[in-house]
């Protein structure tokens, strides 16, 4: 079908963690997002958020109004490396969240739905178990472009790259035939090409 622009809305794919029986309880203790569903869920309960970016300290701080108490987890040891200063400061400010450095999951227990999570310091070595019900992975995600790959410029992490973040090396190599550049959310193949977006995805 012939085509003057492209939309590219293909979504991502949750990083997960490394543990056996992880889909089990996926929906039933383990989420993805902190929504005012989520939030409802596990009101007045003990919760564990994992990851050390912008998201996990966004979802801690919202958590943290209805949850008992949010716990969160990281694995490096500290959280100035991958989160925004002003939500670092709400967090060190909250006496409802509490920062586990160098520590991970190393297991969910529970038969219908998540009961118990065993924890570990990789410092230490010390492992924790705590009756907690509901975990928020926040560890990012990986976008579904592989189908891209040879046809649009990505960047190391896969994104599709726009306007300013295309560079010379990306025009030249995507053989850029217009004398502009690409517009704001524009890829590598222009909105406006001699041979079509259609002739370029095999």
């Not at 046809?151 to 995507?174: I, N, Q, W, Y």
């Amino acid at each position: 079908m012939p085509a003057r622009a492209v939309m590219i809305a293909t979504g991502a794919e949750y990083r997960k963690l490394p543990l056996e029986n992880l889909q089990r309880f996926e929906g039933n203790g383990v989420y993805y997002g902190a929504t005012f569903l989520e939030a409802q869920l596990c009101g007045n309960e003990e919760v564990i958020i994992v990851g050390g970016g912008n998201a996990a300290g966004q979802a801690a701080v919202f958590l943290a109004q209805t949850a008992k108490h949010v716990h969160m987890l990281i694995r490096s040891g500290r959280l100035a490396d991958t989160m925004s200063r002003y939500l670092i400061r709400r967090i060190e400010e909250s006496k409802a969240i509490t920062v586990h450095t160098d520590t991970e999951i190393v297991s969910l227990e529970g038969n219908d739905r998540l009961d118990r999570v065993l924890c570990r310091n990789n410092r230490t070595a010390a492992l924790d178990t705590r009756d907690i019900r509901h975990v928020f992975l926040m560890t990012g995600a990986n976008p579904n472009t592989g189908w891209l790959a040879g046809c649009l410029a990505l960047d190391e992490r896969g994104f599709v790259k726009t306007g300013v973040d295309l560079a010379p090396a990306d025009l030249t190599s995507a053989q850029w035939p217009l004398t502009r550049r690409p517009y704001l959310l524009e890829a590598s193949l222009p909105e406006y090409s001699p041979w079509g977006m259609c002739a370029r995805v095999t």
